[in-house]
Every structure is written in C-alpha cells, then in structure tokens.
C-alpha cells in the first residue's frame, strides 16, 4: 500500500515535462490516499499503543485522560500534513516552523510509541512500535516532495501551456500579419496591374488615334497627291492630245500638201504619159497605117507586137488583123485581153491613190 507514493514520486521527477493532466491528477489522489492512510494508521496504532503508557503514569481517578495525549500529538500531524499539502499545492513556504512541528511531533509519537517497550528493555518491541512512526515522519517529508514535485510539475505544464499559447498566438499573429502583408502585397500587385493595364490601354487609345490620325493626314495628303497628279496627268493630257492633234493637224496639212504635190505630180506625169502615149499612138498608127497590109503572117511575137499597137492606136480588128496577117478570131482575142489589161490598168491607180 504504501509503495504507490514512491512509484507516483518517480514518475513525477522523471517524466514531469510528459506528465498530462489527467496524470497528475491521478498521481495527486494517489498520493493524498496513501498520505491519509498511513496518516489514519498511524494514529490508530499510536493512540491503541500511547494509551496504555499513558494511563500506567496517570494518577488514579484520570485514567479516563489517557488518550488525550496522542490524540493531540496526532491532530498536530493532520494538522501539518494537510498545511504542508495545501502551501504545496499553492506552491508557497512557511519557513522552518512546519518542519520543527513536523520534527517535533514525528519525534514525539515516536518515542510515545517506543517508551513502553523500551521501559521493560523489548528492542524487538521497540523495533515493531518504530516502525509506524518513522513511516508517518518519512511519508510526511515525502509526500511534501511529492506535492511540490506535482506543483512544479503543474506549474511547468502551464507555463509551458502558457508558452505554447504564447506561441500559438504569437504564431497566428504572424501568420495574419503574414496574410495581410500578403494581401496587401496582392492588393497593390492588383492596383499595379490594374494602373498598369489602364495606362497600356490609355496608350494603345493614344497610338490608336494618333495612328488613325496619321492614316487620315496620310490619307488626305495621298488624296491631294493623286487629286495634283491627276490634274497634272490631265493637263499634259490636255496638252500632250493639243500637241498631237497639232502634230496630226501638222502632218494633216502636210499630207495634204504632199498628197497635193503628188497629185500634180501625178497628174503631170500621167498627162506627160497620155500625151507620149497619145504621140506613140500616132506615131505608130501613122507607121502601122504606112506600112499598109501585111502579105504573109507576120512571127507571133511581131504579131502580138502589131495587134497591141492597132489596140493603141484605135485601128478596128479588121485593120489589125490585115496588118498582122493573123485571121480576125486571133485578133479579136488579143484585143479582148489588150482590154481586160487595160482595165486592169485603169483600176490600179484608182486603188493606190485612194
């Protein structure tokens, strides 16, 4: 029974930072279980064994007193178990007091329970009536150590509780100053982009107009450069067609002139033809006519010879054909080709001239 403070004790200074609540509450009822029993069986033993003592010593008539004595020396001990297990629960000190009285009645109650034995020299008595004296003395110095090693035990939780809550707080404080420094960072990355993204369209408007504006002075300029070179094209139009229709009317009027010198030319000349041809004409029909009849067939060649220039000369078939000596068929046949070239000459220079 007496062994659970001990093993309490143990656990508590050897373990005291892995020590739980629940833990300690049980090694504090634990403790202030074994503390009271021993406490319980200590005074029962003291009263049942001082009594006697006392009553042997006590005059006759005041017997009756007997157990008063180790009543009273047993209350001090309750009195400073349970003192010293509230100053360690709280963690406080009275001084060297408590442990005089501790001393003093633990030393008391032990020599109340030995004297009877020692009196009639029983050691082993003595021996047997120590025992529970020494267990109250010792177990009330140790359950004082046990108690302040609980209550430093609970202290150190709570400051380390108190040190976790601390950090915890500490922790979230930075994590929300962190959150806000990052939102606030977001916030004006947010604005940048948003005051970034207004000027780049602000300046995409400004090219924008300025390039619309660009394109209509452009625009514009091109329209007045092809609106000049227009002008420009149609008056060296103008005046490139006044050139040519003076050049054509140039050419026209010498044409014209050349076509009228040609013309005369022309007429001249054939004038001076008809007038040779008629002088050939003559000259020959006068040679023809002096050359009278033929009286034999003259060579074809001389023949075709003399028909041509009876065809020249206006002789009749019959005059030709007795100046050739060929039968009239003949000559009527080269006189109807003689015709045909004539013709044909005839048409020639009015296809050339036109």
């Known amino acids: 029974m007496f062994t659970a403070p001990l093993v309490v004790f143990t656990a508590a200074r050897s373990g005291v930072r892995g020590v739980d609540e629940q833990t300690l509450r049980q090694a504090e009822r634990v403790l202030s279980v074994g503390t009271w029993l021993i406490v319980a069986g200590a005074i029962v033993f003291s009263v049942l064994t001082v009594t006697p003592l006392v009553r042997s010593v006590t005059p006759d008539g005041w017997e009756w007193t007997a157990p008063i004595l180790p009543i009273v020396v047993d209350a001090a001990v309750v009195i400073v178990v349970r003192l010293d297990a509230v100053l360690a629960h709280v963690g406080g000190r009275a001084g060297g007091w408590p442990v005089l009285l501790r001393w003093m009645t633990g030393l008391m109650t032990l020599g109340l329970n030995t004297a009877g034995s020692a009196l009639k020299e029983d050691w082993v008595g003595v021996a047997v009536h120590a025992v529970a004296p ?81 394109l209509a002075r452009e625009q514009a300029e091109a329209a007045r450069e092809r609106e000049r070179l227009r002008l420009e094209h149609e008056q060296a139009a ?117």
Do not use: M, N
């Open 134 to 214: 020494l267990l109250l003395i010792v177990s009330s110095e140790a359950s004082l150590a046990y108690r302040r090693a609980l209550a430093a035990a609970v202290a150190d939780r709570e400051e380390r509780e108190r040190e976790a809550e601390a950090a915890r707080e500490q922790a979230e404080y930075e994590r929300e100053q962190r959150e806000r420094a990052e939102r606030e960072a977001a916030a004006d990355r947010e604005d940048r982009r948003e005051r970034e993204r207004r000027e780049h369209e602000a300046r995409l408007a400004r090219e924008a107009h300025e390039h619309t504006a660009t």
């Open 238 to 354: 103008r005046e490139q067609a006044a050139r040519e229709r003076e050049q054509e009317r140039r050419r026209t009027e010498e044409q014209d002139r050349e076509r009228t010198r040609r013309e005369a030319a022309e007429r001249t000349r054939r004038e001076q033809q008809e007038r040779q041809r008629r002088e050939e004409i003559e000259r020959r029909r006068a040679a023809l006519l002096a050359a009278g009849p033929a009286t034999e067939k003259l060579p074809e060649s001389t023949a075709r010879e003399s028909v041509a220039a009876a065809f020249e000369a206006g002789l009749t078939i019959r005059q030709a054909a007795d100046l050739c000596g060929w039968s009239v068929g003949w000559v009527t046949t080269r006189y109807q080709e003689l015709r045909s070239g004539q013709a044909e000459r005839e048409r020639e220079p009015a296809g050339v001239a036109s």
